[in-house]
């Protein structure tokens, strides 16, 4: 079945420096690949998403590419913010389902 | 406010005994989803309730979970018999139709954290 895998945290940085959270995901067709963020003591919220190959989503200086030859959906972020300190969730929507299918989750850290 | 509602916030329980975690979508949204949060494990699926289609209930991990939607609005899940590994963060979202590629935003709740004793 569908299946999302991203990269275990918690991940520490420090501010303004650059990064990648990895995403990969298995799935029949074409699906639409999202990034959904977890602050602290909040819901989860939709930060940006690609419906097709080659699209690029982007949100609050966040970016990540649908790269169909490497089932990629990696999130980027050039120089983090102690504010970007939060869960960030990689899920899929499969073409001819309406389940979302989520990653487990990696925690961020942003140390001032 | 005009976001996903869920109640209890939180719900300490005894095992075997029945609990209802309830949700309020955003109005017209027709899509309502229940997810399970549970520390290291992810989002896991669990029911997801289209319209007046019959639920998609293949994440339901137990004949011990149900849910139903009334009128199209509330939905109610509900535990019967807890077990202590029921013990997670039960959390709620709605969504406008959304049925193809070019959707899939879903609006969650801040979610039912349940405790098992």
């Known amino acids: 079945g569908d299946s999302v895998t991203q990269m275990e945290g918690p991940v520490t940085l420090s501010e303004e420096a650059f990064l990648t959270i990895n995403c990969t995901y298995t799935a029949t067709g074409y699906p639409s690949l999202f990034w959904y963020v977890q602050y602290p003591g909040e819901g989860l919220q939709l930060l940006l998403k690609a419906t097709k190959a080659d699209d690029k989503g982007s949100n609050k200086g966040f970016e990540a590419t649908y790269r169909k030859e490497t089932t990629s959906f990696h999130l980027e972020k050039g120089s983090v913010q102690v504010s970007d300190s939060a869960v960030y969730f990689c899920a899929l929507k499969g073409g001819a389902t309406n389940k979302l299918i989520f990653g487990t989750g990696t925690l961020l850290a942003v140390q001032p | 406010g005009a976001g996903v509602s869920q109640s209890p916030s939180n719900k300490v329980t005894e095992k075997g005994k029945d609990v209802e975690l309830r949700c309020d979508p955003i109005s017209g949204h027709t899509a309502l989803y229940w997810y399970r949060q549970s520390l290291g494990q992810g989002l896991e699926f669990l029911i997801y309730f289209q319209g007046n289609s019959a639920p998609d209930k293949s994440g339901l991990p137990s004949d011990r979970f149900s849910a139903e939607r009334t009128g199209g609005s509330v939905s109610t899940l509900t535990i019967q018999r807890t077990q202590q590994e029921d013990s997670a963060v039960y959390l709620c979202?709605?969504?406008?139709?959304?049925?193809?590629?070019?959707?899939?935003?879903?609006?969650f709740g801040e979610g039912s954290r349940l405790t098992v004793l």
């Open positions: 979202a709605s969504s406008l139709a959304s049925y193809g590629r070019a959707s899939g935003e879903l609006f």
